[in-house]
């Protein structure tokens, strides 16, 4: 089982988010919530989003309990950037 969450044009660089998703990739969703919640960056609070979304997926397609899943893959591409 995959569940899916995404989010596009997020207005912050993919190396920011970077270096949250890299702490939170193979962790346990209880685990990678915990860490979300005391990271003080706010890229953080949009992975965290994310994440969210993702659990209420699983909940809702197969009634998979959060304490089951682990974040398996997760990466951020760069979107388009604004021309000035």
């Given at each position: 089982m995959e569940?899916?969450?995404r989010?596009?044009?997020i207005r912050m660089p993919a190396?920011?988010?970077r270096r949250v998703i890299d702490a939170v990739r193979g962790?346990?969703?209880k685990d990678a919530m915990n860490m979300l919640k005391f990271m003080p960056y706010f890229a953080a609070k949009v992975v965290e989003k994310n994440i969210k979304s993702?659990?209420?997926n699983a909940a809702e397609k197969w009634g998979v309990d959060s304490s089951e899943l682990i974040v398996s893959e997760v990466f951020a591409d760069e979107g388009?950037?604004?021309k000035r």
């Open positions: 569940a899916n969450a989010e596009r044009y190396r920011k988010l962790k346990s969703v993702a659990v209420a388009p950037t604004y």
